[in-house]
């Protein structure tokens, strides 16, 4: 990953962001990043106001993959918009979004009835009176969290280990990808290990504005992680924003202590597990698994730097054909497409990508993205799984998907 450069002046204004912006594609009212960030940051230094126009951006981090002088320019902007919204205040609808964990923890010991509520139509038109989609599903909440479910395991001890970092959709919503990724590794012979404390990794919250407490969370989040790491245990992540959150922006938007080490040491269990090919260390004794695929690259995973290792992991996988899509961003951002205001600009950012998916049946699309999968279930209609669990089957022949 190239290091990023915190120099205003060496943006040359060449465009390239812009020319780029998923956003800047579908609205005109958004000048493009390099005009919101290192322009715009120029007149902020000297005292200009935030402009509220810095909204639109979904911190994709398109503009930090394009820039090639490293600008760190989705940085740039989430700053920008922490002092706009701590200054004209924020709306409900803004502090429910950023505080998903927090909104689950309140939900999950009335889970089931927690979803049903979230459907019902009642209930849909408050949400929409305080500026939530109506649109759109909202995610449910899993029956049993993954951090639950991983207190029941019983894992077979090895002497390799590796930290986990669950983060919050998989905890609430999306449990069998933590699970899936646990069996990967044990027939590779791993012990995974789920440090207690771990906290959000604070993307919604730095989308949201509420910088500070994602500060608070990275801080948290890194003593838990820094004393594994220290001991020469990699950490995880199945989802790659949070897996950006640890990589990168821990450092670039917090520089709090421990950043450093530990995103030299944390990996995407894809990038992982390719890894472990690559070595010679994987344990390859597959089943035929079977089944047509189509990739979606979550915007997250392209700014890490590591190429698309899912794809080249399944290549190795008997009997699996998986063609990836390459058709950009996917238009949820995390919590930015379940804004009503911003749902109909998160749709026709991923319109190609919908567009694609028809054109090509498959059994399902893989990304490595939780919210990427439910933006291509809502948009496309169709089954949407962590590539993991097609690595599962190779080694679990009855194991269903």
Same mark, same amino acid.
């Given at each position: 990953m190239k290091k990023c450069n915190t120099n205003l002046d060496a943006c +040359?204004?060449?465009?390239?962001? +812009?020319a780029l912006c998923p956003v800047a594609a579908v609205v005109r009212d958004f000048p493009g990043p390099k005009l919101a960030g290192p322009a715009a940051e120029r007149h902020r230094l000297a005292g200009a106001p935030a402009d509220a126009a810095l909204a639109y951006c979904t911190n994709c981090k398109t503009c930090d993959i394009t820039c090639p002088s490293g600008v760190p320019v989705a940085a740039l902007n989430m700053r920008a918009r922490a002092g706009h919204v701590k200054k004209h205040g924020r709306r409900l609808r803004d502090w429910i979004l950023a505080h998903g964990e927090h909104m689950a923890k309140l939900a999950m010991p009335a889970q089931p009835l927690s979803n049903l509520g979230m459907a019902n139509p009642v209930t849909r038109r408050m949400l929409k009176a305080i500026g939530i989609a109506g649109s759109r599903p909202l995610p449910r909440y899993a029956p049993r969290t993954f951090l639950r479910s991983f207190g029941k395991l019983r894992q077979q001890p090895? @002497? @390799?280990k %590796? !930290?986990?970092? $669950?983060g919050c959709f998989i905890n609430y919503n999306d449990p069998q990808v933590g699970l899936d990724l646990i069996a990967v590794l044990q027939a590779n012979r791993?012990? %995974?290990? %789920? $440090? $207690?404390?771990?906290a959000c990794c604070g993307v919604p919250l730095v989308t949201g504005g509420y910088l500070e407490e994602g500060g608070k969370a990275a801080r948290r989040n890194l003593a838990v992680l820094a004393d594994h790491v220290r001991r020469g245990v990699p950490v995880l992540t199945a989802c790659t924003s949070c897996g950006l959150m640890l990589k990168q922006e821990y450092g670039e938007l917090f520089g709090a202590d421990g950043a450093g080490e530990v995103a030299a040491r944390t990996y995407d269990v894809m990038e992982f597990l390719l890894e472990l090919h690559d070595q010679g260390r994987l344990n390859t004794a597959f089943t035929p698994v079977g089944g047509k695929y189509l990739y979606h690259a979550p915007c997250h995973l392209?700014?890490?730097?590591?190429g698309r290792p899912a794809l080249e992991l399944l290549a190795a996988l $008997?009997? !699996?054909a998986v063609t990836d899509l390459d058709a950009g961003c996917c238009g949820i951002a995390g919590s930015y497409g379940f804004k009503d205001d911003r749902y109909d600009i998160s749709m026709a950012i991923g319109r190609e990508l919908f567009a694609k998916i028809k054109a090509a049946p498959a059994d399902a699309v893989l990304a490595d993205c939780g919210t990427c999968r439910l933006q291509i279930a809502h948009g496309a209609g169709v089954k949407a799984l962590h590539p993991i669990a097609v690595v599962r089957k190779a080694y679990e022949p009855g194991y269903k998907l």
């Open positions: +040359t204004a060449c465009a390239s962001c +812009t090895y @002497d @390799d %590796v !930290v986990f970092f $669950p791993y012990e %995974v290990l %789920v $440090p $207690p404390g771990l392209r700014a890490q730097g590591i $008997p009997g !699996v």
